[in-house]
């Protein structure tokens, strides 16, 4: 495999929301992440510490996210599966309890 000189940029992820940047360090490597974007084979999956308790422990969550299109902002339509992972005791948060939350979009017309 043939290391790149630098870091290359590969995709941004969630960019509505800053997000973050996928880089490569080999060409396999960006050649492959490319793909495997360009196919929708990428699952993404995210973790949220929440203030306070959930009161489901799993649940979806339907709500629109804003997007652009040519340059147009809009809304689409947006579907989220989550799980509550673990509480624990805090002295900070409000109601004494934090929430690790697991989440993993799904695309709403995949539904």
Known sequence: ???????????????????????????????????AFAERRVKKRYA???????????????APVPCKNRGVAKLRAARTIYRVAATAASLKAPDGILSLVEFAPRRAENQ
């Not at 949220?48 to 339907?62: E, F, Q, T």
């Open 48 to 62: 949220a510490v929440l203030l306070g308790p959930v009161h489901s422990r799993n649940g979806i969550v339907d």
């Open 1 to 35: 495999d043939q290391a790149l000189h630098r870091p290359q940029p590969v995709h941004r992820l969630d960019k509505a929301t800053s997000g973050l940047v996928l880089c490569a360090k080999t060409k396999q490597a960006a050649v492959r992440a490319a793909a």
